[in-house]
């Protein structure tokens, strides 16, 4: 009986996919056949990898200018999605307040699913999550809610929008690789939560909002948050050998920010983050210290992991990333930027699913309980 289980859907194929593949033996990422070292190093805006989600090929300048201005009309959000992110207390989990903004967005837009419409319902999505994303942080460190300006661009609008300056061409471009890296990873727990959710045909920001509820937990997105919480943790870099020994060997803890279901080596867009890390850490006292804490730790859990397939993965480096643009670390901000870009890839499967391979997913499970009992009242219960 037991054997029919598998446990956490290991090795269970849920969908078909034309949007994403990972080779987790040879550390290879690619959406729709482009490696995410090609579209990084190549200059590939957000936008145009968010179009290549939704409609499987790149766009040409015409067709991008028209998909952007569909993303830009989603920057203006209803006045009570933000009263849905005003009226949690500032010290709420940053995730938590965009699944309120996006459970709010549920009860108010009337959705149907529509193959003429799907995409560009998607597109206003993406834009509506930037305007979220960037007030929510607004709203913990408690300053008032913007609408974003779109100049320059998806990650030039959203640094703008949240820190309220102007970014540099550095940190518009470490958050325009960030927004590429994180945008899909086939169908990790949170994609799979909101295929569930839109499996029932429940509207898109539903499907968000079961998703970034997965994303939240520290085994999946909240990793982001808990790798860099980590090295606060450890304070120094001389401490770092010895909290190794006390707590990962001794204390058995997770070493966060390693090990991944499927990637048996060093995570690719790991390698992508880390040099982002290496060249603006050093403007960012705080973050050039978990940078140096975090390459002795790299070292050591290489050395003791490696040979298990445990490599460093995409969430070890990107916190230092985020602190280095201007992030704190705080309410799990971290995790919360990692939705702003996985966004388009929940979408994306969201569509594929339902457009093409629409079924309801509701398995079954294993009965291990008592056999047939009768009820006794509560008086006549000894
Ligand atoms: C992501 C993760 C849940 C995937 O793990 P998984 O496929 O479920 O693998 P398991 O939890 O079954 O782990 C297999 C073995 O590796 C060990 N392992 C896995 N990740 C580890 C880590 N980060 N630190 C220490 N040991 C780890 C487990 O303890 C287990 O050892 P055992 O066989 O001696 O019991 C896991 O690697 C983890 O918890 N990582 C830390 C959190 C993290 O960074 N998450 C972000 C993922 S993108």
């Known amino acids: 009986m037991m054997e029919r289980i598998s446990r956490g859907l290991e090795d269970v194929d849920i969908k078909w996919t034309r949007l994403t593949t990972i080779d987790g033996e040879r550390g290879i990422l690619r959406y729709s056949g482009y ?42 959000v209803p006045a009570h999605v933000l009263s849905a992110i005003s009226n949690l207390p500032r010290s709420s989990d940053a995730v938590a307040l965009q699944m309120g903004a996006f459970a709010a967005l549920a009860a108010s837009e009337r959705f149907k699913w529509d193959k003429t419409t799907d995409r560009d319902v998607a597109a206003s999505t993406i834009g509506n999550m930037l305007t979220i994303t960037a007030n929510v942080y607004r709203h913990v460190e408690g300053m008032p ?29 470490a958050m325009n690789a960030a927004l590429i890296l994180y945008m899909d990873h086939e169908v990790p727990a949170s994609t799979t939560a909101g295929l569930v959710v839109v499996s029932t045909l429940s509207d898109m920001y539903s499907g968000v909002t079961g998703a970034l509820a997965a994303l939240k937990g520290p085994l999946h997105g909240g990793a982001a948050e808990a790798a860099i919480a980590q090295f606060a943790e450890i304070g120094s870099e001389d401490s770092v050998e010895k909290w190794f020994q006390e707590n990962i060997l001794s204390g058995r803890r997770r070493l966060m920010g390693f090990g991944h279901r499927v990637y048996r080596t060093y995570d690719p867009r ?67 930027l990692f939705a702003l870009s996985r966004i388009t890839g929940w979408l994306a499967h969201f569509i594929e699913y339902v457009e093409e391979q629409h079924r309801l ?22």
Do not use: C
């Open 270 to 336: 790991a390698r992508i983050f880390k040099g982002f890390a290496e060249r603006l850490a050093p403007r960012n006292p705080e973050a050039y210290k978990y940078y140096r804490i975090a390459l002795k730790l790299e070292e050591l859990g290489i050395a003791q992991f490696g040979s298990k397939g445990i490599y460093p993965n995409t969430d070890f480096w990107s916190g230092i990333v985020y602190m280095s643009i201007g992030f704190p670390l705080k309410n799990n901000i971290y995790t919360s």
């Open 35 to 76: 490696s995410v070292e090609d579209l990084v190093n190549g200059g590939a805006s957000a936008e145009e990898i968010q179009y290549l989600f939704l409609n499987g090929e790149l766009p040409r300048e015409q067709e991008l200018r028209d998909f952007s201005s569909k993303v830009e009309r989603g920057y203006h």
């Open 361 to 382: 997913i509701r398995p079954r499970a294993v009965y291990t309980g008592p056999g047939e009992r009768r009820f006794i009242p509560l008086a006549s219960r000894s």
């Open 145 to 173: 809610f913007t609408e974003p300006d779109p100049r320059g661009g998806y990650a030039t609008a959203f640094l703008r929008a949240a820190l309220g300056r102007e970014p540099t061409d550095e940190e518009s471009k």
